[in-house]
């Protein structure tokens, strides 16, 4: 089966930065984009960013682009996204999901809360 | 890039049907035939309902169906029951961007 569990969130300050990682397993990791994806309290989903197989290519949503980095580790099967100069509006969960121009699996989420 | 549009909510009774909208531009659900939509219970992870506009991942009843006309689409429920009271998010390929709807409460009554 697959899975997919984040880690890594918690309560930073303004400015401050934050390391999310997403191990996977039950699938083979190198042959698939992978996301984040990021829900604000209450509030709907958005997309943050996407990473194809090998890492080469990597997208951005307008909000987080400069200060969010995603990366990959094929050798341990796991996602990471370098989160800095967070701020209020970055407070949300975080999902890794499985991409295919569609999320098919999601982990269960990691809260970051951004606070001053 | 601007957020799908999608009502805040909808209601249906036990065994009626629902359809919820889902509107976009060219740039995203009228240029790509990449609709995805996902369920998402509260304090849950989201799960695929539908793919592709109209594709259903293996264990998704077949009341659940989606469409597309020009730049909206839509999620249909037929026979609601109760355990499709939930929060429903479209979403769309758009080039190097995905974009996501408002999402959508479904109450059943």
């Known amino acids: 089966d697959v899975q997919l569990v984040e880690s890594g969130g918690g309560l930073v300050q303004t400015g401050g930065s934050l390391r999310l990682s997403c191990a996977a397993s039950?699938?083979?990791?190198?042959?698939?984009?992978m996301s984040w994806v990021r829900q604000a309290p209450g509030k709907g989903l958005e997309w943050v960013s996407s990473?194809?197989?090998?890492?080469?290519?990597?997208y951005y949503a307008d909000s987080v682009k400069g200060r969010f980095t995603i990366s990959r580790d094929n050798s341990k099967n796991t996602l990471f996204l370098q989160m800095n100069n967070l701020r209020a509006e970055d407070t949300a969960i975080y999902y890794c999901a499985k991409y295919m121009v569609y999320f098919d699996y999601w982990g269960q989420g990691a809260l970051v809360t951004v606070s001053s | 890039q601007s957020a799908l549009t999608q009502p805040r909510s909808v209601s249906g009774s036990l065994g009626q049907s629902v359809t919820i909208s889902c509107i976009g531009t060219?740039?995203?659900?009228?240029?790509?035939?990449?609709v995805s939509w996902y369920q998402q219970h509260p304090g849950k992870a989201p799960k695929l309902m539908i793919y592709?506009?109209?594709k259903r991942p293996s264990g998704v009843p077949d009341r659940f169906s989606g469409s597309k006309s020009g730049n909206t689409a839509s999620l249909t429920i037929s026979g609601l029951q109760a355990e499709d009271e939930a929060d429903y998010h479209c979403c769309s390929y758009a080039g190097t961007l995905v974009v996501f709807g408002g999402g959508t409460k479904l109450a059943v009554l």
């Open positions: 039950g699938f083979i990791f190198s042959n698939y984009a």
């Open positions: 060219t740039s995203d659900v009228g240029g790509y035939n990449y």
């Open positions: 990473i194809g197989g090998s890492g080469g290519t990597t």
């Open positions: 592709d506009v109209t």
